[in-house]
C-alpha cells in the first residue's frame, strides 16, 4: 500500500481504520512516500504484489505514470482506497468512500482493465483532463481547497471556483478534434473542454456524465455558453449532471482528441499545465488492471 507521507491527520486515521480490516485477511506492506524517487524505489521492490494507492485522484495518478514511465503498467495490479478530498475517479468505479468498507472491497473485489488517456509527451490522465473555464475553476478552487480543507470541507474547494470563474470567465477560441473530424473550430469561442476518461471532476461534479473508462472510447464535451444568462445556465445544468441537455453544449466519443488555437491552460488529475497552444490526447484501450467492487469473474 503506497500512501503519502505527508497525510494530514484525517487521511491518517482513515488509512488506519482501513488497514485493521486488511490485515485481518491479508498480508499489507505501508511504504510511504513524499516525491517521485521514493516511489520510484517502493515500485522497483514491489515484485508481483498487488499495488494499493491510498489517497485521492492524484495518489492513483502518480503510482499509474509512474508505472507508465517504467513500462511495467501493463502487468501490474492495482488498487485504489479512496482517502482524497473528491474521490472522483473513485466514484466512477464505484468504489465505497468510507475507508473500512472500501478496505472490503479490495478484499472481495474483481479485476477490471481500465483505458488511459496519453498525449504526446507521454504524460498520463486516469481520469479526465479539461481547460477553459473548468481548469480556471480548478486553479481558484485549488485556494479554497486548500482553506477548507483545514476545517474538514475541502470538497467545496471546486464548486466556489466554479461559481467564482462563470462571473468572468476565459472564453478561447479552439479548434477541437475527435478522430480527424472537426467539432469546433476557432470562428466559435467556447467556455470549457473535457475529455474524460471519468464521469466527475472536483468531487463529484459530472463533465462526462456517460463516460466509462473501460469502453475503449474517450468522452468528448465542449460548452459554448458564452453569454451571461447562458453560462449562468450551463453552471446549474452542470451542478445536476444535466448539462448535456443543453444546445450550446457538443459531445462526442472518440480514440484520439486534439486542442489547438490560443493559449490556454488545462487541468489534468486535477494538476494545472499551461499556457499551451496545442495537445493532443490518445487513448491506450486496457492499459492496465484495477480492482473493483464485484465477485471475481470465471
Same mark, same amino acid.
Given at each position: 500500500?503506497?500512501?503519502?507521507?505527508?497525510?494530514?491527520?484525517?487521511e491518517?486515521?482513515?488509512?488506519?481504520?482501513?488497514?485493521?480490516?486488511?490485515?485481518?485477511k491479508?498480508?499489507? +506492506?505501508?511504504?510511504?512516500?513524499?516525491?517521485?524517487?521514493?516511489?520510484?524505489?517502493?515500485?522497483?521492490?514491489?515484485?508481483g504484489?498487488l499495488?494499493?494507492?491510498?489517497?485521492?485522484?492524484?495518489?492513483l495518478?502518480?503510482?499509474?505514470?509512474?508505472?507508465?514511465k517504467?513500462?511495467?503498467?501493463?502487468?501490474?495490479?492495482?488498487?485504489?482506497?479512496?482517502?482524497?478530498?473528491?474521490?472522483?475517479?473513485a466514484?466512477?468505479? =464505484?468504489?465505497p468512500?468510507?475507508?473500512?468498507?472500501?478496505?472490503?472491497?479490495?478484499?472481495?473485489?474483481?479485476?477490471?482493465?481500465?483505458?488511459?488517456?496519453?498525449?504526446?509527451?507521454?504524460?498520463?490522465?486516469?481520469?479526465?483532463?479539461?481547460? #477553459?473555464?473548468?481548469?480556471?475553476?480548478?486553479?481558484?478552487?485549488?485556494?479554497?481547497?486548500?482553506?477548507? =480543507?483545514?476545517?474538514?470541507?475541502?470538497?467545496?474547494?471546486?464548486?466556489?471556483?466554479?461559481?467564482?470563474?462563470?462571473?468572468? $470567465?476565459?472564453?478561447?477560441?479552439?479548434?477541437? +478534434?475527435?478522430?480527424?473530424?472537426?467539432?469546433?473550430?476557432?470562428?466559435?469561442?467556447?467556455?470549457?473542454?473535457?475529455?474524460?476518461?471519468?464521469?466527475?471532476?472536483?468531487? =463529484?461534479?459530472?463533465?462526462? $456524465?456517460?463516460?466509462? $473508462? #473501460?469502453?475503449?472510447?474517450?468522452?468528448?464535451?465542449?460548452?459554448?455558453?458564452?453569454? $451571461?444568462?447562458?453560462?449562468?445556465g450551463?453552471?446549474?445544468?452542470?451542478?445536476?449532471?444535466?448539462?448535456?441537455?443543453?444546445?450550446?453544449?457538443?459531445?462526442?466519443?472518440?480514440?484520439?482528441?486534439?486542442v489547438?488555437?490560443?493559449?490556454?491552460?488545462?487541468?489534468?488529475?486535477?494538476?494545472?499545465? #499551461?499556457?499551451?497552444?496545442?495537445?493532443?490526447w490518445?487513448?491506450?484501450?486496457?492499459a492496465?488492471?484495477?480492482?473493483?467492487? =464485484?465477485?471475481?469473474?470465471?
Amino acid at each position: 500500500m503506497i500512501a503519502n507521507a505527508e497525510a494530514g491527520g484525517e487521511e491518517q486515521e482513515s488509512l488506519r481504520l482501513a488497514l485493521e480490516v486488511l490485515r485481518a485477511k491479508a498480508d499489507v +506492506e505501508v511504504a510511504r512516500t513524499s516525491n517521485p524517487g521514493e516511489l520510484d524505489g517502493v515500485l522497483h521492490r514491489a515484485g508481483g504484489r498487488l499495488l494499493v494507492a491510498a489517497g485521492g485522484d492524484g495518489s492513483l495518478h502518480a503510482v499509474v505514470a509512474a508505472l507508465h514511465k517504467r513500462r511495467e503498467l501493463g502487468e501490474s495490479r492495482l488498487g485504489l482506497l479512496p482517502l482524497g478530498t473528491g474521490n472522483d475517479f473513485a466514484r466512477t468505479l =464505484g468504489l465505497p468512500l468510507e475507508p473500512q468498507a472500501a478496505a472490503e472491497a479490495l478484499l472481495t473485489g474483481r479485476e477490471r482493465r481500465m483505458d488511459l488517456i496519453v498525449d504526446e509527451l507521454g504524460q498520463v490522465v486516469v481520469n479526465s483532463v479539461h481547460l #477553459g473555464a473548468s481548469a480556471q475553476a480548478s486553479r481558484r478552487g485549488a485556494r479554497w481547497k486548500r482553506r477548507l =480543507g483545514k476545517f474538514g470541507f475541502g470538497i467545496l474547494g471546486y464548486p466556489i471556483g466554479a461559481v467564482l470563474s462563470a462571473v468572468r $470567465p476565459p472564453y478561447v477560441r479552439l479548434r477541437i +478534434e475527435v478522430d480527424g473530424e472537426v467539432l469546433v473550430d476557432v470562428a466559435d469561442p467556447v467556455l470549457m473542454v473535457a475529455v474524460g476518461n471519468g464521469t466527475s471532476v472536483g468531487g =463529484g461534479t459530472e463533465l462526462t $456524465p456517460e463516460a466509462d $473508462p #473501460g469502453d475503449a472510447r474517450l468522452d468528448v464535451m465542449v460548452s459554448r455558453a458564452i453569454g $451571461p444568462l447562458e453560462r449562468f445556465g450551463y453552471v446549474w445544468k452542470l451542478t445536476r449532471g444535466t448539462h448535456e441537455e443543453r444546445e450550446d453544449v457538443l459531445t462526442a466519443r472518440g480514440r484520439t482528441v486534439t486542442v489547438s488555437g490560443e493559449e490556454f491552460y488545462l487541468s489534468a488529475d486535477g494538476e494545472i499545465d #499551461g499556457p499551451e497552444r496545442r495537445r493532443t490526447w490518445r487513448l491506450e484501450p486496457a492499459a492496465y488492471r484495477i480492482l473493483v467492487p =464485484g465477485a471475481p469473474q470465471a
